[in-house]
């Protein structure tokens, strides 16, 4: 049966947000959890990834889980460790315990962040790509993604490993030009991710289907997702604002971007 109780950690931040006003309407009931109170749910979960307890009474019962909860931009590698690496551990322990079969994955474009862009006329990159992380954050979510096999291949536990770009209202970059995935898109994703038949462990991109898109959607659309956004709306007033990305710019030839010479810290 498709799930219907999912547990959504990192329910507070910016993607949790949109998700939580989108995926209802897939007929999904949410159990939220995050470190920080989710405004307006005082049903939410608030707990830290560290609390095995409060993480194992979160997923009991539930049908799935969305794990978005973690560090989301560098940081130093200790807090990457607890919150991400451990807490990743934590959150698939506490479901394999309580006999969850499904966990949808925020992995990320930084795992394979030093990955060479594509240019004109160049293959898109296919999901098995060598993993090249840009920072201790993308090596997080490339821990994430070898978890998930680990948890497939041991306890029979189903991951989709989504390797987000960047989900936002909006794209504000050149690069997000190719990389953006529109919130509809990102729960349209989701929900496949959620109701697909046998994924084992799946790794996909995640990302609209955009004019400038740099990575195969092949795998994504073999679950049943089916983009409906494009960021190239966007494109003339986004280029005429920044001007085009320049091969020769380390900031611009990989797909993490800036993440490869100077990454965001967390937290601003
Ligand atoms: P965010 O930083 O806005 O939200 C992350 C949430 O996780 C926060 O509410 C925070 O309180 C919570 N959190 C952090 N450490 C925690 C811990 N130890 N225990 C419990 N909760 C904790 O990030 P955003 O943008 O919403 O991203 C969500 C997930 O998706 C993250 O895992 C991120 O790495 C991933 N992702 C997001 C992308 C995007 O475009 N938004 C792109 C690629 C990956
Ligand atoms: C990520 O992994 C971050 O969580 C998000 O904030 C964006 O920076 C995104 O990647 C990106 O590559 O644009």
Known sequence: PAPRTVLLTGAAGGL??????????????????????VEGEPDAVTADLGDKDALREAVRGVDAVIHLAGISLEAPFEKILRSNIEGTYNLYEAAREEGVGRIVFASSNHAIGYTPRPLAGDPLIPVD????????????????????????????????????????????????????????????????????????????????DNTRLWWDLTTARSLGYDPQDDSEQYADKLIAEHGELDPENPDHAHLGGHFVTNPPIWPY
Not at 135 to 161: C, I, N, P, R
Request: aromatic share 12%; proline share 6%.
């Open 129 to 208: 790509t060598p993993r090249r992380p840009d920072t201790f954050y993308g090596l997080s979510k490339s821990f994430g993604e070898d978890l998930a096999q680990l948890y497939w291949d041991k306890h029979g536990m189903e991951t989709v490993s989504v390797r987000i770009g960047s989900c936002f209202m909006e794209p504000t970059s050149v690069r997000m030009l190719s990389v953006w995935m529109s919130p509809g898109d990102g729960a349209r994703l989701f929900h496949a991710a959620l109701t697909a038949e046998d994924v084992r462990h799946t790794v996909v991109y995640g990302s609209s």
């Open 16 to 37: 949790g947000t949109l998700m939580r006003g989108l995926l209802p309407a897939y007929g999904y009931d949410l159990r939220l959890f995050d470190l920080t109170p």
